[in-house]
């Protein structure tokens, strides 16, 4: 029914806030509901930022308890090829027990002619974020991958051609 928002930058740190109000639905028999978002990420040195975000839902999609979350997150760039991308987040939702807790890092090197991967990703059996959107909960999930680009010499660029003739 009403809401407001309110972004911008100051400096190297980004600000998002957002509350809106949705009233009665008689035909889907949904309570008026508040929803709130604050977001705010700080730029690091070149290419790296952290974040924290905090929700509220006042009514649950079921009717039923208020639900917050709390997370950080940071993504790190290392020299021009390496990246560290986390998250830590926690839920609250009133009568809901179990592990409300998700949390993931990853890990990407990115050079030119080898390459890896590094996964781990964990969401709890209570982690409930009412205000965004959660394909499933109750994971464990670790992966690897690794990455090998040869450069055959018939398949090298001119550029590179032309820089080994003239030695």
């Not at 911008?8 to 509901?33: F, K, N, Q, W, Y």
């Not at 978002?37 to 790296?48: E, F, I, M, P, Y």
């Not at 079921?62 to 090829?81: E, H, I, L, Y």
């Amino acid at each position: 029914d009403i809401g407001g928002r309110l972004t911008g930058r100051i400096g190297r740190t980004t600000v998002g806030v957002l509350h809106m109000l949705a009233g009665d639905e008689p035909l889907s028999a949904t309570s008026s509901t508040e929803f709130s978002v604050a977001r705010v990420t700080r730029d690091l040195l070149r290419g790296s930022s952290v974040g924290l975000i905090a929700t509220n839902r006042s009514v649950g999609q079921n009717g039923g308890a208020a639900t917050q979350t709390f997370g950080a997150d940071g993504r790190f760039r290392f020299f021009n090829s390496l990246d560290v991308n986390t998250y830590w987040a926690r839920t609250r939702t009133d009568g809901l027990v179990g592990k409300d807790t998700s949390y993931r890092a990853q890990m990407d090197y990115t050079g030119d002619r080898y390459g890896a991967q590094l996964e781990h990703l964990a969401i709890g059996n209570a982690f409930n974020p009412e205000v965004g959107f959660l394909r499933r909960s109750d994971i464990r999930k670790s992966s690897a991958a690794l990455r090998f680009s040869p450069r055959p010499r018939r398949f090298r660029s001119e550029e590179h051609t032309s820089e080994l003739q003239s030695r």
